[in-house]
């Protein structure tokens, strides 16, 4: 009787992130956990010598093997623990930054590894991909206008219709809005925004999670959500109408429910994932159920794309302090995806 082939494992290119940022440090952390090898292969696009540098000051045996673009049989070998296989999108050696602080050479650096990942996932050289954090006004002071990595992501792979995801223990959430000032919010609270937002929350939890028909809560703007246009009128003209609409679309979603309540009856279990209006709203919940566990995943891409749920934490670069978690959750996350796919 023949056994049956164990299945490859995925390959997933993980970019380095703002160099000088933590991204370094959670990547050789990440890497040195035994979970990581059984679960992918991971590839680092990034600096050799900037990871050469942050194993020294970690004083974490690290070999570097350099892998060309397309990953030949022979090299497969080096995709083990003790090894750090990595693609250098560079060819030299970054010019001078600060660690701890934003840069245009840091913010160049972080965005050219992206695009060489996506690069790389698009032609088939790898499954997916991970993301270290960046830093917004390092790519800006770099020229890169992007507000962040899902829009990047988005420009990069000609996607129109992309969100953001973010998972944390029972919560998978969905937002309408990310990175905009709070007095911007009401103006961006329209009803085609919150029905894409619905969209991709279905999307995502079916495709992804194989959810068959999931409950989404969509979650109010204002107190108690707007109290029946008492404490504004954002539920009534944008929410409300865009989840009749969903519901015309046969997707199972209520709301819009008061945010103080909706998110404990999602952690009951009573939503598969729920649309949150802007960032706080549904970060706060998710960071105080799941702090250091939480995944960002992007819906809508034509690739795999997760990432830590945490910025560049300049405060402690150098320190040896930064804590892996999110990504090796990021990481593990990405090749589970890879491979149902």
């Not at 892998?67 to 497969?76: K, L, M, N, R, S």
């Not at 329209?190 to 495709?207: E, K, S, Y």
């Amino acid at each position: 009787m023949k056994t049956k082939a164990k299945p490859s494992l995925p390959y997933l290119g993980i970019t380095m992130g703002d160099p000088a940022g933590i991204g370094p440090e959670v990547i050789l952390k990440a890497l040195a956990h035994p979970r990581i090898w059984k679960v992918c292969r991971p590839l680092v696009i990034g600096s050799p010598l900037i990871m050469e540098h942050t194993a020294d000051s970690l004083e974490m045996p690290t070999k570097i093997r350099l892998v060309e673009a397309h990953i030949h049989h022979e090299e497969q070998k080096l995709f083990r623990r003790g090894f750090l296989p990595m693609f250098d999108p560079f060819g030299k050696p970054l010019k001078r930054f600060r660690k701890g602080h934003a840069s245009a050479v840091s913010g160049d650096a972080s965005v050219v590894c992206i695009q060489e990942a996506v690069r790389l996932t698009q032609v088939g050289c790898l499954d997916g991909m991970v993301t270290a954090p960046i830093n917004k006004k390092a790519i800006h002071l770099a020229g890169h206008t992007y507000p962040g990595h899902t829009e990047m992501l988005a420009a990069l792979t000609k996607t129109k219709k992309s969100g953001m995801m973010i998972l944390g223990g029972p919560l998978r959430i969905m937002f309408v809005t990310t990175h905009i000032a709070i007095r911007e919010l009401s103006a961006a609270i329209t009803t085609n925004n919150v029905l894409r937002a619905i969209r991709l929350a279905d999307t995502g939890l079916r495709q992804l999670f194989q959810f068959k028909r999931p409950h989404i809560g969509v979650a109010g703007l204002n107190p108690h959500a707007g109290e029946e246009g008492l404490f504004g009128q954002e539920e009534r003209l944008a929410i409300s109408p865009a989840v009749r609409r969903a519901r015309a679309e046969r997707i199972h979603c209520s709301g819009p429910h008061p945010a103080d309540t909706l998110f404990g009856k999602a952690v009951q279990g009573e939503f598969d994932g729920v649309v949150a209006m802007y960032h706080d709203q549904g970060l706060v919940a998710l960071k105080t159920v799941a702090f250091g566990h939480c995944v960002n995943v992007t819906v809508g891409l034509p690739i795999i794309r997760t990432s830590v749920d945490h910025g560049t934490a300049y405060d402690i670069v150098g320190k040896g302090k930064a804590d892996p978690t999110s990504l090796i959750e990021a990481i593990t996350l990405a090749a589970r995806l890879a491979s149902q796919k």
